[in-house]
């Protein structure tokens, strides 16, 4: 029996099933053709607490509303935040795990079926390119892990992994292209600061070949993939590498201040 909420007081005048609910929003007009973006974030502010609520009984504590902060007399913020919860909704349908990075509130929500399983601070970032990560992503490639020594003279049995051989700092990247390069922010040793140096200027030195050679070939620019760089205590570094599977979607919320 396919379950469905009523949703009369919308005004829709129907009852919307979990079959036809990612239909429905794919099928909303475009935002130039909507009443005001205050309106639409509302709108599906409504339909993501419906969805929520009737997914699982646990989501009453999270069915509030997903943005507190979001300025609602600025254009660029309503528009920003719309898209996220808009992609936020079709993922919360589905029964698996998805990743949100607010660059906004400075957090790192693992969630599921719309809720927060685990929320991860981010000390500082950066991030290159940020126009173009206006999309969901999936996970391609997890960090590389280091096994456990076994002792060939004692037990064959493997030792298992845990949280604890997690590294603190690695690279996750996503398909469509996009390169998150996650650093310990408690760590800051000598040796840190300058691997990390070195890797800043090894990244700006390929960019700036990759755009010189591709411009040369094309006769014009290249949109550059998205990049961003995350600074994140190291025990909460190890926890989003022991979260992250092949897969995974990821969803990332934009500052609009400049």
């Known amino acids: 029996m396919t379950s469905s909420v009523s949703i009369k007081s919308l005004g829709l005048g129907h009852r919307l099933s979990f079959s036809n609910f990612s239909t429905l929003l794919l099928s909303l007009p475009s935002l130039k053709s909507t009443p005001p973006l205050r309106h639409r974030l509302w709108f599906l502010i409504v339909m993501g607490v419906l969805l929520l609520t009737t997914v699982t009984p646990l989501s009453r504590a999270a069915a509030r509303e997903p943005f507190p902060d979001v300025n609602m007399n600025d254009p660029a913020s309503l528009q920003e935040a719309t898209r996220v919860l808009q992609e936020e909704i079709l993922l919360a349908s589905r029964p698996q795990n998805y990743l949100l990075i607010d660059l906004v509130t400075k957090t790192v929500h693992i969630k599921g079926r719309g809720l927060d399983l685990y929320r991860l601070t981010i000390e500082s970032w950066s991030f290159e390119a940020p126009e173009a990560a206006d999309r969901t992503y999936r996970l391609i490639a997890r960090p590389p892990l280091t096994r ?61 070949i990759r755009s010189f050679a591709l411009g040369s070939l094309v006769g014009e620019p290249t949109r550059p993939a998205p990049y961003l760089l995350l600074n994140i205590p190291h025990d909460q570094a190890k926890s989003l590498a022991w979260s992250a599977v092949d897969g995974m979607p990821l969803i990332i919320r934009r500052p609009t201040e400049k």
């Not at 690279?171 to 600061?193: C, G, K, W, Y």
């Open 148 to 208: 456990p020594t076994i002792d060939l003279t004692g037990s064959p049995k493997q030792i298992p992994l845990s949280l604890e051989d997690m590294p603190t700092a690695y690279t996750l990247s996503f398909a469509p292209p996009l390169t998150i390069e996650v650093q310990p922010s408690d760590e800051r040793n000598l040796f840190h600061q300058l691997g990390t140096s070195l890797v800043a200027s090894w990244r700006t030195w390929k960019k700036w």
